[in-house]
């Protein structure tokens, strides 16, 4: 009986690890998508405070160096977040600049501190090319 | 006290499609790739893009035209322009702006009465959240009418800003009003007597959000307990660059 319970239990296993399997793909696929963060010097032409950028493989969030801070950082991360929740992966190039917020969005400790981090590592990055905007520096999140 | 072995399986099970679920987006700095550039086309695009502007023109254009040369027909001459002296100085009333919050969007809108062959309205409506100004979008309307028409003109133009939230949002609208004759519509030595004003709306309010919890560990997804907010949506070619679709403008209040 014990060992019956048990084999039970594996084949139980077995469907639960096969549907987190099935059922996270497109979830899983998306999120392995590598986010970018860069500074320009130049900074889109544009009448907004961070812009985000949506290619199929990947994502950027492009801040402001006049005003790149956590707050920011953190707005654009948690828009992005909820596009890739409720319009999937982009199949063109998607351009979202985020006009204006009213306050820094909502975050624990640990994750401003890890926001701070970032911060601090882009801006110590060597110069280079960012996209068509000029030199400015930038950064990959690691996946998580 | 220990767990039955019957039960292991099922945690390990559990264990690891918890982890497999993790959302990546919260952000854990550890490494970074050493690239030199970072390729990436930030399409162009003109402001304009972003008006709400229907075209809609109050009357067609009839009666006084200069023809450009290249349109007149051999022996043709060029009407003899209206002695500016001799019209009625442009003049504007009725006018106003107001707008009000429907499910999912905001309409504002500005109108005014006017006397003259041209008129221009033009209507910006502010969202707020708290006093803050998160976004603005303006539209503008022109109507363009035969100077020897004797009656009065009316023009319209409006904004609207769509709303992902029905709640937590303030929004205010201003109307510039400008009236005036034009003998050749597009010439600009040919206007003259230009008059204009503003007017401003009241205040229009979505009722509160309902608290959310807070301090979402991170994960939250910025729209829930977070600050509100209003985004562009472009896409564009990614070779080209080319905008190919857009949507203007989406507002989301906090909660």
């Known amino acids: 009986m014990q060992t ?19 059922l996270p793909v497109s979830l899983a696929a998306q999120e392995s998508v590598p986010v970018f963060i860069a500074i320009p010097e130049r900074f889109p032409d544009v009448d907004a405070r961070v812009v985000i950028l949506r290619e199929p493989g990947r994502e950027i969030v492009v801040l402001n160096p006049a005003s790149a801070g956590v707050t920011e950082l953190g ?11 409720e319009r999937g ?8 600049p985020i006009v204006g917020f009213s306050r820094a969005p909502n975050l624990t400790p640990r994750d401003r501190a890890r926001l701070e981090t970032a911060l601090d590592q882009l801006r110590t990055r060597p110069m280079a090319n960012v996209g068509n905007l000029g030199r400015g520096r930038w950064l990959r999140l690691p996946d998580r | 006290m220990s767990l039955p072995r019957r039960f292991v399986p099922l945690l390990s099970a559990f264990l690891v499609a918890g982890c497999g679920h993790e959302p990546s987006t919260a952000v ?9 550039d970072l390729q990436f086309v930030i399409p162009a695009f003109s402001p304009e893009l972003l008006m709400d502007h229907r075209g809609n023109v109050s009357d067609v254009r009839e009666g006084f035209e200069t023809a450009p040369a290249s349109l007149l027909r051999p022996g043709e001459e060029e009407p003899e322009r209206p002695d500016a002296t001799a019209l009625a100085a442009p003049t504007i009333w009725d006018a106003s702006t107001d707008l009000t919050f429907h499910p999912k969007s905001l309409e504002a809108w500005a109108e005014h009465k006017y006397r003259g062959n041209k008129g221009r309205v033009e209507v910006t409506a ?16 022109e109507g363009w009418h035969s100077w020897l028409s004797p009656f009065a003109h009316h023009v319209i133009a409006n904004s609207i800003i769509n709303l992902e939230k029905d709640c937590g949002l303030t929004a205010d609208a201003q109307g510039k009003h400008e009236a005036w004759w034009e003998i050749a519509p597009g010439s600009g030595p040919s206007v003259f007597g230009k008059v204009g004003f503003s007017t401003t709306s009241g205040l229009a309010s979505q009722p509160a959000c309902p608290p959310t ?9 910025g729209m829930s307990g977070d600050a509100a907010m209003c985004y562009i949506w472009l896409e564009y070619d990614l070779d080209s660059g080319e905008i190919l679709d857009w949507q203007v403008i989406y507002c989301s209040g906090g909660g």
Do not use: W
């Open chain 1, 89 to 96: 992966q982009p199949t063109r190039g998607q351009m979202i």
């Open chain 2, 126 to 141: 502010f969202m707020r959240e708290g006093g803050v100004a998160i976004g603005n979008r303006t539209g503008f309307e």
């Open chain 2, 213 to 221: 919890p807070t301090g979402g560990g991170g994960g939250g997804d």
């Open chain 1, 4 to 22: 019956y319970k048990t084999r039970a239990g594996y084949v139980v296993a077995a469907l639960i690890l096969s549907t987190a399997g099935l």
């Open chain 1, 75 to 85: 707005t654009g991360l948690s828009l992005l977040r909820r596009l890739r929740r």
């Open chain 2, 28 to 36: 854990a700095v550890a490494e970074m790739h050493e690239g030199a």
